[in-house]
């Protein structure tokens, strides 16, 4: 397989793996706080000892983890990965350089860094040795090859990583970490302010995955954020308080069902994409409303200095206890006075300014009329050829839960998607891996060109047609590099779904294999 280089995606898929220690580490050290807060533990006292080096022990053998995710993801041995990390925490190896003095290997000098706490030095050294491996590999002798090729892995690498390659990782994720704190430090509250008003375009591009390693490192090095979480949080919770404002004033049924549970969904467990993808993008008064109220919620977060102490499981009401922590109870009650003015905000100008004729370019009298009517034709035909499998196997747990609607996933056969019905593009995606339609019979269809796609900004894509455009069933609206994608590490798994399948109560799906134009879909 063709090996990946070092980038934002790659990088993200390093520490997607290590997410659910961090945060269940993170949150032990929240519950330690409240403990030691109402008394219930001593400060001193041997639970609090014991449960702080169990937390800390996330963080400090994070290279370990991390050189594990990494060599899944460069497609080299596990251990191997989690080897070239251990080495990089080894006792030995951190009292030396403690003293200054980490040695050499071969008459190299040894830089004396320390790595605990680190991503960048392993994801590096794990890249180089997915090329030795499969080096090793190629050459040796197949009765050897057991033998040969972790000995030739480590042989090659110990010097490469230990001289070269660590120290520039621990210099790129201090240099990087450093930027963004000079940025905080500088610009105080707009930053934050700016930052969360951006967050939603971020999120769409893919973008914001680039603030991961920082958020490790700041995690692992100062015990708190004060920057990305805030506003990831402000972000979130006003993506709900949009939804819930149009929910509250649609006067299309389905409209207001979709966009309601989407919000309670977004403000109570922050997952976003269904408000975000399905709500939020496809009404600009939504959009404008969320940065708005992101900007003011960053404007207080960033006045009274909130930090969150920990990574959050979930980036909605639930998580704000990670803002718990050493400034006292005070930190947590500024932050939620930031989300409530930014949800007052979103939620009072989509309620005012929304409305279902000006978004959508119908006369407000003859929308529920639309949305309900059906056309003789009543089905969703195959925009993929390939094989049409029950959607609940999709990887996606937003879709394999019928959230965004119901519908099938397709495992492609060909990089072409073609129109499934007549109707209108009513949203191309800036980065071309998705597409939304409304079909002639008032079905709502959204196609998803592969997971995680987003990330790839468009590369891999050719748009045939744009938004606005009137299709007819059968044309080519869009292609994709299924070999580019997968080279990625991205499933190119398509899910197509009804997104309004509310009002067709006896949809019914289609599986096996078909070729694009084949009825999977009946409403």
């Known amino acids: 397989m063709k090996r990946e280089l070092i980038s934002v995606d790659v990088i993200s898929g390093c520490m997607a793996p290590v997410l659910p220690v961090l945060i269940g580490a993170g949150m032990l050290k929240v519950v330690m706080l409240v403990l030691e807060m109402t008394g219930l533990i001593h400060g001193e006292g041997d639970t609090y000892a014991t449960l702080n080096f169990v937390a800390d022990a996330a963080f400090y053998f994070l290279p370990v983890y991390t050189g594990a995710a990494a060599a899944r993801k460069f497609e080299m041995n596990m251990f191997v990965g989690m080897f070239l990390g251990a080495v990089l925490v080894h006792p030995s190896f951190v009292g030396m350089c403690a003293e200054g003095a980490a040695g050499s290997v071969f008459g190299i000098p040894v830089y004396a860094g320390t790595y605990t706490s680190s991503i960048f030095p392993v994801i590096l050294s794990v890249w180089a040795a997915g090329y030795v491996e499969r080096f090793m590999k190629k050459h040796s002798p197949d009765f050897l090859r057991t033998m040969l090729v972790p000995f ?244 996606d747990g937003v879709f394999s839960a019928g959230v965004l609607g119901k519908g099938v996933i397709i495992e492609p056969a060909e990089g072409k998607v073609y129109a499934p019905c007549n109707g209108v593009v009513t949203c191309l995606f800036d980065t071309l891996h998705a597409i939304g339609i409304t079909a002639e019979n008032g079905a709502e269809v959204l196609i998803h060109v592969g997971m995680d796609t987003v990330t790839l900004n468009g590369e891999g894509f050719q748009a045939h047609i744009k938004t606005g455009d009137h299709i007819t069933a059968g044309q080519l609206m869009l292609e994709f590099d299924m070999d580019f994608i997968q080279s990625k590490g991205l499933p190119i798994v398509t899910p197509v779904v009804v997104s309004n399948a509310a009002q067709y109560p006896e949809l019914q799906v289609i599986l096996g294999t078909a070729v694009h134009g084949d009825k999977i879909i009946t409403l």
């Not at 939020?280 to 207080?300: Q, W």
């Open 152 to 395: 030739g892995t480590i042989l090659v690498m110990t010097p490469l990583s230990l001289c070269l390659l660590s120290p520039i990782g621990s210099v790129l994720g201090t240099y990087i970490a450093n930027a963004i704190i000079w940025l905080y430090e500088t610009t105080g509250f707009v930053g934050v302010a700016l930052l969360a008003a951006i967050h939603p375009l971020m999120v769409m591009t893919g973008m914001h995955h680039a603030m991961g390693p920082y958020l490790f490192s700041s995690f692992a090095s100062s015990g708190f954020e004060a920057l990305a979480s805030p506003a990831t949080f402000i972000d979130n919770i006003n993506i709900g308080a949009a939804c819930l404002a149009i929910g509250m004033k649609s006067k299309v049924t389905d409209t207001k069902t979709e966009a309601a549970s989407c919000g309670i969904t977004a403000c109570v467990c922050g997952v976003t994409e269904p408000g975000l993808f399905g709500i939020v993008l496809k009404y600009r008064t939504a959009l404008i409303g969320v940065m708005a109220g992101n900007f003011l919620g960053g404007v207080i977060a960033g006045l009274t200095k909130s930090v969150c102490y920990a990574f959050a499981g979930s980036y909605g009401f639930l998580g704000l206890a990670t803002f718990i922590g050493e400034k006292g109870i005070s930190n947590l009650v500024f932050m939620i006075i930031a989300v409530a003015a930014g949800f007052v905000l979103t939620f009072v100008f989509t309620l005012i300014f929304f409305k279902d004729s000006a978004e959508t370019g119908v006369p407000a009298s003859d929308i529920k009329t639309q949305a309900e009517a059906l056309s003789a034709q009543n089905v969703i035909t195959a925009p993929v050829s390939g094989e049409i499998k029950d959607l609940k196997e999709c990887p």
